[in-house]
């Protein structure tokens, strides 16, 4: 089978506590609840497309352990391919995080563990897999080195690429010259270009200096702002949705990246991709849990149909 997209990135195994806020140096305090669910932003990105429509293939390594067998059963569930690597010699992944219990807003810390070993070489044991896509994503979560190659081979094959730059990191000088489309946040943007980013006005400036700095596009997230993008020539500002309630923002990166790729291996033109992607976001940060937030096909398209979306 054909996949439509093909996404390297991480599985980790999420910790989620919650509580009021977190403990300081030394300190102990009780935490509201517990939650052990999947997560890496490589995985949720891949079952967001593919519960959003899309054929999709993982690309990454994990154990053969509990954590990996979790992320197996998952992918199964959402109707993910996995065209990795799974071997003993490193536990899967996993991350802590902590979610505020008033806000829903989250802090995170990630353990790649065997996707943390992703080399060039596997990208091309893999590179068939990325060569046959329409749409190529991944981000940084794993090692830069093979993230860079795997985009050269993308773009090299003529399979549009996205990079979504989280969690922040310095990139390769020619790294952002195979991106298509880069989708950095407010933080990560200003991480990258040293501009900072809090108003659309600077989303703006900070997008042409990540096209200066060699990316095709820029798609910045503002969060419940909505998104802006930018080629250069063009640019298109689109709001953002609310479908209820937040209860937790963890995956809602995720989701939006999920939604733009699975738009964009469609055919639909940019406003109809961010609106798509912006409605994915909007469903997932109404639910707990990052990947089991993802929304389904027909919940995203009953958003966009509803009046308070137009």
Known sequence: ???EIAVLGIFAADAAFRSARLPQRGETILGDSFALSPGGKGSNQ??????????VAMLTRIGTDSFGDMALSTWAQAGV??????????????????????????????????????SPADIDDWSKTIRAAKIFMCQLEQPLDAACHALEIARSAGVTTILNPAPAASLPPDMLSFCDFVTPNETEAESL?????????????AARELIRLGAGAAIITLG????????????????????????ETTGAGDAFNGGLATA?????????????????????VTRSGAASSMPDRYETDSLLASPKSN
């Open 1 to 3: 089978m054909t996949h």
């Open 46 to 55: 891949a079952i967001a497309a593919a519960r959003a429509g899309a054929k």
């Open 81 to 118: 391919s996995f065209k990795g690597t799974q071997t003993p010699d490193h536990p899967t992944g996993a991350a802590f995080i902590h979610v505020d219990s008033a806000t829903g807003d989250n802090a995170i810390i990630v353990a790649p563990g065997a996707a943390g070993q992703i």
């Open 193 to 205: 270009t040293g501009c900072p980013v809090t108003t659309v006005e600077e989303a703006e400036f």
């Open 224 to 247: 419940d702002r909505g998104a802006l993008y930018s080629s250069g020539n063009s640019q298109v500002y689109v709001s953002a949705l609310t479908a209820g309630p937040v209860v």
């Open 264 to 284: 964009l291996a469609e055919g639909r033109n940019i406003s109809e991709a961010l609106r798509f992607a912006n409605a994915t976001a909007a469903i997932s």
